[in-house]
């Protein structure tokens, strides 16, 4: 290997180095100062949208399309079921246990392919 050769490939590893640190130490800085109260106000939103984000797509696309309909859905049933029992247990982990013990049961018995 040339000198030449390794020039690109620490380049990369700079690059690659500073896309995953600066999104870590950025943050840091930016919180260390005092915020505008509306701008705190909005950042609080940011978790439940994320996970929306992260959780919808489960629950409203089943077998490859749009699907509402409860007979056919089951992640849109468990995420009904578990919103409920959510507001009931105000327990995120006994949530998601209840969650997947909900699709398991389904399966198992035959309710839901």
């Known amino acids: 290997m040339t000198p030449t050769d390794l020039t690109p490939m620490l380049l990369c ?56 309909n409860p007979a056919d859905n089951l992640f849109f049933v468990a995420g009904i079921a578990s919103m409920l029992f959510a507001v009931i247990s105000k327990n995120f982990f006994a949530t998601i246990i209840f969650a997947m013990a909900f699709v398991a049961a389904m399966r198992f018995f035959g309710l839901y392919v």
């Open 13 to 68: 590893v700079g690059v690659c180095f500073l896309a995953t640190v600066l999104p870590r130490i950025l943050p840091l800085y930016a919180f260390s100062r005092d915020l505008p109260k509306a701008l705190k106000t909005w950042l609080n939103y940011i978790p439940a949208a994320v996970m929306a984000a992260l959780v919808a797509p489960d629950l409203l696309f089943y077998g490859g399309s749009l699907n509402f």
